[in-house]
Every structure is written in structure tokens, then in C-alpha cells.
């Protein structure tokens, strides 16, 4: 009876934890609404009549941005002409629309910071120019976010779809308002009107009225990606910079709350961001951004949520999947060189508790760099970080480097040979589905560095286009099994959908080294005639790489295992590959029965502009190919420093 009523108890933590509604379970919209502070007495960061405050922080930042700012006076706003618009469904491209957006939201925050810094007035009718040009515009998004129909490119104005960068705009709108609203009202009472008419119409409005998919779990049962905190963080913010109606106000906290619920529930408790280190700045990241928010506007009521163990890993996440000081694991659309918003990493770090985060954060911040106030997304960002300067400067900076890292409910594992150190191997490899969010068909792909630098490579992601998220995205080369490092079996690659999986997936650490273990074969679709696949991912510490094969087939045409290096490899004798990086080679052994050949990539659609500005314009491909194996086959490759002699 015990024993049931234990087991019992653990199931009903396991749903609770589960479905825990950490946000929004725990105040009614009454108790909300009570703890919000009101709009008109709510200072999240000084008001611009606060001048001992602007004429002493960081005045270098305030001279460069005046200075940016005085290029910006008599700005000619530009329009965004419908067939820019249309050139997602034209060619594809997305640059040309987003390049002019983006511009005219970077020129109205430096003119508005510029004001804010000098309050003479000199800027503020440029501002109000930039604030009529952009909610003159059509669409706040980005063309290639419309949804997809028969619209040619072009957004339906009386039906507003609500992404990531319209709700940016109207975070950053609501910081015009909040810093500038009286001079505004000095000029026309019609300004701030307008911003918050356009904003109710393109953003309040459509989200409290409609489900955008977004929002929830999918129809497909894909649970919600970045798009859901990074659009209610930019949500949350301009709702309760611009809302006056204290009631209205509240619901719409209360349903961002639920929304926010939506992502993190489903989360898996290990903290593992599927789409890669790049996008954590919008996922984990972004649900902190929401915290901290919320915690502005209630006098800290969801403080709480920064000790949650879940969140605590979520906010780990990054550090733990840092590869060397410039690299990082870089699994489906992620980065290898993703870039680090130290400060942001560091406040996080310090939110949740964690030393070494606040340490690498801290590792990536350049609080004396003679920068001005740049760039609109998650805007609030800065606003937070302005204020910390002097403790960034006094902060201990580190990299925690780990030895080991295990991810069950992500299914990565990654290893180095001697943690606090980018010296020697580290490799990481992965299970998991072809149903990521950001997904490749990449079940059982692994990555190879050595000193901090790339051997054996995941290529990542390219430049987006139209191709990219539409029934085309698995035409695109970067994004298919056979550009990965995994076999193509009897002809077939790995095809896309929750049901293609590694299954039998554990991973074990010890003193002399990591492995990973996976089957294989539920990743490859039935006709490849896959009885079952056995991977393993070994690092033998300060040895080599070891993978391993273990394979029982129903047919038996052909096996191509291939594997993708930025760097120049030949044959160099049989059963071996010398992978010449720069300033040091690698011995790649494989078995000698497989016919082995190396090809070099060529990049020249629109799409291979990403991966050029990640890995050069060379990328080799080594194919080894065995024609009519044996129904049991055991295939051994093992990766060393050093080159191979003829």
C-alpha cells in the first residue's frame, strides 16, 4: 500500500511538473490587476526629467549616440515599395524589405536616445517624421513571415498578422512614448494618439481577439518555439508602456502569462533549446526578458519564477553549449559563431544564481567599448544593462568550459578531454527527431573540434529565404541527411517528421572519456530496409574520436556514410583521410573495404550566403561508399590528429 500510494505521489509531481503553469497559476486577474502598477505612476527605468540620471550615465555612449543622431537631422524617412514587399515570393528575397525596416527603426532609437541624452528638442521633429513613416507602413513585420497564401507578398491591412517584428515595433513606439510623450503632445496631441491607435489595431487588438499559431501547442503537437517569448516579451512591454485602460491592462498581462505558460510547461526539465545556442537569445532568454518585465511592473510578485529548476537550466542552456571561446554546438539552424549578449547573459546568471554563468556572461561584455545606442530588438535590453555598467566592469570573468554535458530530454551529449580548457578533442552528437523546431534531418549527427577549432562539422544554417520555411525547406542541401554527418542507406536519406527518432538513446562520462549510444534505423524511412543501426560517439580523452556502426540490414543495395569538414581532405591510403586544417592535419580512419572520394561544395545560390560567412566559400563532403554489404556490417571511424602517409 505504501509502495502504491509512493508511486502514486511521484506521478502526480511528474503531471504537476509538467503542467505546472508556473506564470500564470499563481495570481487570479484580480490579484493581478492589484499588484500591476499603474501605468501613470510606473517608472521602469528614470523618465527623461530625471537629468542628474541622463547627464552622468555613461556619457561616452551619450556623445557617440548625439553625435550618430545629428546624421539623422532632416532624415529623409524611405518607403517600403509593395514590390520590395513582393520579392519573398518573386525571388525569395527577404534582405531588401527587412535592410529598409530595419534601418528606419535603428535611426528613430538613436534620435529617440539622442533626445533623451540632450533634451533641447533639436531631434524631436525627426522623430515625429519617423514615427508618422512608420505607422504609415503596411505591415510592421517582416514579408517573410506573412502568412501563406495567394497575397503575391503582400500583407491584407484589415486583417492584421501579429510576428516577431511588428510587435518589436510596437515595443519600441512605446519607449518613444514613455520617454518623449510630453514634447510629442507639445507638437500635436495626434502623435501619441496615432502610436497607440496603430499599435491597439496591428498588435492589442489581434492578440486578445484571435489564436495566433504561436501561441500554443501546434495542430501537429509541435510544441511553441522563440516566437512565443520573444513576441510576448515585446508584447508585454508596449502594453504596459501604452495601455491607459488599468482593466484592459491587466487582461492582457493575464493572457500573456498564459501564453508564456504555453512554451515553458512543455519545456523539457533539462533546459535544452532545440533550435541552438542563436536562438536561445530568443527562447530562454526572451521568457527572462518577460520575468523581468513583470517584475518591474509588480514590485517584484514574479520573482519566484528565477528559482524555478527548470528555469535555472533554461538559463544554463548557453554556457553549457559553448564549444571554445568563438564556437558553439551548432545542431539545425544554430550558429557555430553565434555571438554573446554578455550582459544579458550575466544579469540572467545572477537571477538564477549561477557563478559560472555570470562569469561567462561577464567574459563577453566590453562595458568601456565606444559604442552608441544601435539596433531595436529587445530594446529593453539595454535600458537593463545601461544602469549595471560599474558592476560589469568589477565582474570575475570566466569560462566554465565543462567536461561533460548531458541533455537527456534534448538527447545531446557533449564531451571535452579536460574541462576549463578548449585544448584538445571535444565532440558532441546528437539523437532527438526531424521535428525540431528550426529542424534539419539530422538523428545521430555528431561534431568534432580540436584546440577550439572545427575537424568535423555540423555546416548549420544558411541566409534565409523564401524556400527556407515552406515544403521546400528539405530541398535545400544544408538542411538533409546526406550534408550531415550520417549515412545514406539503400538510396534513402532521412526524411522530416516527429515519427523519423533515434531510439535506445543513453549516454554514459567517466574518467577516460564520454559515449553516446543510439539506434538509428526509425530515422530512415522503411524501404531503406533497416533492421537496426547502433551508433556510437566515443571521445577516448586525449586519444581520439571513435564512432561506431553496428548495423543489421533487410536489403542490401549500397551505405554511403558521409561527412562534412571546412576544410581541404584527400585520400592519403587506404582507409585513411587526411584533413588538412590550418596549421595542423587530421587522420580520419575508416574501413579500407569502402570506396572513399572528397568533394568540394560549390556555394553560389542566394541561400549558400550564410554558410560562406560561417565556413568560407569551401566546403568538402567525404563520402565513403560501400556497394552490397553484408547483412551484418560494423563500420569503425576514428579521428586524430596527425596526417596519414601513402
Known sequence: MKKTLLLLGLLTAAVTLHAQNLLSGRYSEQELAARLIPRDKWEPFPAREKRAVWTTVDTTLAANTIKAAEGYLHYEWPGIPATISMLIVRTGDRRQYQDIANRKRDVLATLMMAEVYEDKGRFTDDIINGIWSICEESFWGASAHLPKGKDGGLPDVANPFVELFSAETAELLGWVDYFLGDKLDAASPMIRKRIYDETNRRVFTPLMTKHHGWMGISSSGRRPNNWNPWISSNWLCAVLLLERNEQLRAATVSKILHTLDQFLNPYPQDGGCDEGPGYWSGAAASLYDNICLLNLATNNAFGYVLKDLKVKHMAQFIYKAQISEDYFIDFADADPQPGMNGSLVYRFGKDVGDPDMMKFGAWYIQPDRQGIWRGTYMYYRNFFSLFMKDEFRKAEKGLPLLENVWWPD?????????????????????????????????????????????????????????????????????????????????????????????????????????????????????????????????????????????????????????????????????????????????????????????????????????????????????????????????????????????
Not at 539523437?431 to 538523428?443: L, P
Not at 520555411?469 to 516527429?498: A, C, E, K, M
Open 410 to 646: 534534448l538527447e545531446v551529449m557533449a564531451a571535452r578531454d579536460k574541462g576549463g580548457t578548449a585544448k584538445g578533442f571535444y565532440v558532441a552528437a546528437k539523437g532527438g527527431n526531424n521535428d525540431e523546431s528550426h529542424n534539419h534531418n539530422d538523428v545521430g549527427n555528431f561534431i568534432v573540434y580540436y584546440d577550439g577549432l572545427p575537424v568535423l562539422i555540423d555546416v548549420g544554417r544558411g541566409t534565409y529565404t523564401a524556400r527556407t520555411f515552406s515544403g521546400q525547406r528539405y530541398d535545400i542541401w544544408f538542411n538533409r541527411s546526406d550534408f550531415h554527418n550520417l549515412p545514406t542507406v539503400n538510396g534513402y536519406t532521412q526524411p522530416n517528421g516527429p515519427e523519423y527518432k533515434a531510439t535506445n538513446v543513453s549516454s554514459t562520462s567517466h574518467k577516460a572519456g564520454s559515449i553516446m549510444q543510439l539506434d538509428l534505423a526509425k530515422a530512415y524511412p522503411a524501404e531503406a530496409g533497416i533492421q537496426s543501426w547502433n551508433r556510437t560517439v566515443q571521445l577516448i580523452k586525449r586519444q581520439q574520436v571513435v564512432v561506431e556502426d553496428q548495423v543489421s540490414l533487410q536489403r542490401r543495395d549500397s551505405i554511403t556514410q558521409h561527412l562534412m569538414t571546412c576544410f581541404p581532405a584527400e585520400v592519403t591510403a587506404p582507409g585513411v583521410i587526411t584533413i588538412h586544417a590550418e596549421g595542423k592535419d587530421y587522420r580520419l580512419t575508416y574501413p579500407a573495404k569502402m570506396k572513399a572520394g572528397v568533394e568540394k561544395l560549390v556555394l553560389t545560390k542566394m541561400e549558400d550566403k550564410g554558410i560562406i560567412q560561417k565556413w568560407g566559400d569551401s566546403i568538402y563532403r567525404i563520402n565513403l561508399e560501400l556497394v552490397a554489404p553484408a547483412a551484418k556490417e560494423k563500420f569503425v571511424y576514428t579521428i586524430k590528429p596527425g596526417s596519414g602517409g601513402r
